[in-house]
């Protein structure tokens, strides 16, 4: 059982994933801070990750209305009794990365979905949700040959 992030870290064998959890935990801790939340590093390792297997994302459909688009991430277990399922969802870059036919976007793979509570300014709690995800790097800029 993950009773906190530093247990996360610490029951996380994949290096790269242990790098990913613990930058991503400090990115969070900035830019909460930088919207005048202030959460330190130990009080962020000190609280509990709630992890999900999937997560309903509002997305635009084809023709534009919302629509809400079911993105699983089990980790190493299985899914309905099939393979484990770690789905790609498409991610928004910068401007600067434009990648031609891809429209400016890139299929990220994920690997964990966490959610956790902090308090507002009232002491009522929000949800934060914080997803590990793989990216992809595409091949001639995404430019179609």
Same mark, same amino acid.
């Given at each position: 059982?993950?009773?906190?992030?530093?247990?996360?870290?610490?029951?996380?064998?994949?290096?790269?994933?242990?790098?990913?959890?613990?930058?991503?935990?400090?990115?969070?801790?900035?830019?909460?801070?930088?919207?005048?939340?202030?959460?330190?590093?130990?009080?962020?390792?000190?609280?509990?990750?709630?992890?999900?297997?999937?997560?309903? !994302?509002? *997305?635009?459909? @084809?023709?534009?209305?919302?629509?809400?688009?079911?993105?699983? #991430?089990?980790?190493? %277990?299985?899914?309905?009794?099939?393979?484990?399922?770690?789905?790609? !969802?498409? *991610?928004?870059? @910068?401007?600067?990365?434009?990648?031609?036919?891809?429209?400016? #976007?890139?299929?990220? %793979?994920?690997?964990?979905?966490?959610?956790?509570?902090?308090?507002?300014?009232?002491?009522?709690?929000?949800?934060?949700?914080?997803?590990?995800?793989?990216?992809?790097?595409?091949?001639?800029?995404?430019?179609?040959?």
């Amino acid at each position: 059982m993950v009773k906190d992030f530093r247990a996360l870290l610490n029951n996380t064998h994949d290096a790269t994933h242990r790098v990913a959890i613990y930058s991503g935990k400090r990115e969070f801790v900035k830019h909460m801070s930088s919207n005048k939340t202030y959460i330190s590093d130990e009080q962020l390792h000190a609280m509990e990750p709630c992890i999900h297997h999937g997560i309903k !994302v509002p *997305v635009a459909g @084809l023709d534009g209305e919302r629509i809400s688009q079911m993105c699983r #991430c089990t980790g190493s %277990q299985s899914w309905q009794r099939g393979d484990r399922r770690k789905d790609c !969802v498409w *991610v928004k870059q @910068l401007p600067r990365r434009c990648y031609g036919a891809l429209n400016g #976007c890139l299929p990220w %793979q994920l690997q964990r979905l966490f959610k956790i509570k902090l308090p507002n300014d009232d002491g009522a709690p929000i949800d934060y949700w914080l997803a590990l995800a793989l990216t992809t790097i595409p091949e001639n800029s995404g430019k179609l040959v």
